[in-house]
Each structure stands twice: as C-alpha cells, then as structure tokens.
C-alpha cells in the first residue's frame, strides 16, 4: 500500500504555480468575455427599446437598398435625357420633374444615392482603421510613442479637412470616388484617432488589464483581447455619426466644383447643376437637398444612439 502511495504522480512547485496561473488568466479572460457580452446584450436591449434608433434604422435600410437595388424603385433609365422636355416642373409622368439635360429627375435622385453613400462608408471605414490603430498604440504605450503620435495628429488637426480638400481635389483631373474618399480619409482621421486613444486611456488601467499582464500576457495579446473589445464603444458610434457626415462633405465639395465628376451621378452634382437655376426651378434643389438632409439626419441620429447604448455616461443629463 506505501508503495502505491510513494508511486503516485506528484506535481512539482514549479507546475503547481503554473496552472494556478492558468487557471488565473482563464478566468480573468471568462469574466473579461462575461463583461462584454454583457455590454453588447445590454446596448442591443436599450437599442430595441429606442424610438429613435428603429425610426433611423428602417430609414437607413430604404436609402441603402436604394443605393445598392435602384432598379427597385425606379425602372427609367438615369441616362435617357431628351432636351425637348428640359426643366420640367413636378408631374405624375416625372415626379421630381426634370433637368436640364431632360432625364428624369426622380430617377437621377434614386441612383445618385450610390455614389454618395459610398463616399460616406468609404471614408467612415478608412478613418476608423486609422483611428484604431494609431489610438490604440497611443493610448496603450503612452510615453514617446503617444507624444509622436499625438504631435502628428495635431499637425493634420490644425488643417479644416474642406480647405484642404479643395486644395487637393483641385489638381485633380480625374476625380471619382476613389480620390474624393482617399483625400477625405487624410484629413479627417484625427477626431476619431483622439477619440479612440482617450477610450484606451479609460481602460489601459483597468483590474483585467493589469491581472492579464501581471500573468505575463503580450502587448498584443492585452491590446486584442482586453483593450480593443473595450475600448471600440464610443468609436463606433462616432463613425456611424460620420458617414453622416462626410455625405454632407461631398456633397458640399461638388457643389463647390471639386468633388465627383461628370459622367458620375450623385446628389452633390445635382445640387452643382441646379445652382444657376434656383429660383425659376426651385424642384432642381429642393429634391436632392431633402435626401441629402435625411440621409445624414438618419446616420447621425442612429450614431447617437449606438453612442449612449454602448457608452451610458455620455448620455445628456
């Protein structure tokens, strides 16, 4: 029987220690996972229960699918224009009247949403992956590395983004989507990128954050699994706010001359065209400015509240 005892498997100090901290990181991970998952079961719950953000969110869903299925709301042709019905007032033939090349103003409406629209995510999409991850190495890191980075989007802070889109996009021959929304991504990152790194400030010191590296967890391990999930809240909301408006930016660009480009339809270029005309065809300016108004009306107000869902203390008071 003393053999049998002798004989049995016995863990050294060394193996003792390294499981119970095994089992330390696995349930700091389990809590840390519990906590988010908490965070996003509760935002979608107080989401559901938003007027606002279902009246947002269905308004969003018919401009996308007019900008992804126009043929579902229009079966004319955007490019069947007729000089001999030019400038045409609103009629049950031509809803939105004509323009002055006589296309169909209706049907140029609905797929000038396209361009437009891409424009808004495009940009969104770009300045979100900077801001994440010159944020995140600010926020986390801090010392020199947050002083350079900080430094240098003060620099691009310091240039209004519309200025120096006009410069830009000036010396551009050619300008699509492509340009206006590489040109845009430029200038703009910075708001969101000091959004971000203040969110990773608020969190860098954090019990989870500091069990996972006193068990000896990566820089990049920490940042992936505790940091980011944490920290992305107040970001996303901001950057559903800004496809808003950075659909008003190209907008305001083409009608200044500098942004989208003939053969190119787009709201921003019917606003552009219709300038001359204000006030003997008033129809000209009215339709695309009313859906250029509800499209950033329905990103910002869904951004605000994705924000004060994810993020409960940056509810007005």
Same mark, same amino acid.
């Given at each position: ?7 049995r498997y ?24 519990d ?6 079961v509760d ?16 308004? $969003? ?6 900008a992804i ?19 045409q ?15 169909d ?17 495009? @940009?969104?999409?770009? @300045? ?38 006009? @410069?830009?996009?000036n ?12 040109? $845009?991504i @430029?200038f703009t ?22 069990a ?20 992305l809240g ?12 950075i659909?008003?930016?190209e ?26 005309y204000?006030?003997?065809f008033?129809?000209l ?22 924000r ?10």
């Open positions: 029987m003393s053999e049998n005892k002798d004989s016995r863990p050294d100090k060394g193996e003792t220690l390294l499981s119970a901290g095994e089992a330390t990181e696995a349930a700091t991970s389990a809590r840390t996972k906590a988010e998952a908490s965070l996003w935002a979608w719950r107080s989401l559901r229960r938003n007027p606002w953000f279902v009246f947002s969110a269905i308004l $969003l869903l018919i401009l996308l699918a007019m299925f126009p043929q579902l709301f229009t079966n004319t042709d955007p490019r069947e224009c007729l000089l001999s019905r030019s400038r007032t609103p009629s049950a033939e031509h809803w939105f009247g004509t323009d002055i090349q006589g296309c103003y209706y049907t140029r409406v609905i797929h000038g949403a396209r361009n437009s629209i891409a424009i808004g995510f495009l @940009v969104s999409a770009g @300045v979100l992956a900077i801001a994440i991850v010159l944020g995140l190495l600010a926020g986390y890191f801090r010392s020199w590395v947050d002083a350079v980075i900080s430094r240098f989007t003060d620099m691009i802070f310091a240039i209004p983004y519309i200025l120096a889109a006009l @410069v830009f996009l010396v551009i021959e050619d300008r699509g989507v492509a340009e206006v929304s590489t040109v $845009l @430029v990152w910075p708001t969101m990128a000091r959004l971000m790194r203040g969110s990773v400030l608020s969190v860098v010191n954090s019990e989870y954050v500091m996972a590296r006193a068990l000896g967890a990566g820089h990049v391990t920490i940042m992936r699994r505790h940091i980011l999930p944490n920290s107040p970001v996303i909301g901001y950057a559903t706010v800004f496809v808003g408006i659909i008003g930016a907008a305001t660009l083409t009608f200044l001359g500098v942004g989208l480009q003939l053969p190119s339809i787009s709201w921003g270029l019917q606003l552009q065209d219709a300038q001359p204000l006030q003997q008033p129809h300016i009215v339709f695309p400015l009313i859906f250029v108004g509800i499209t950033v009306f329905a990103f910002m107000t869904l951004g605000d509240a994705i004060d869902a994810i993020d409960p203390k940056s509810k007005k008071k």
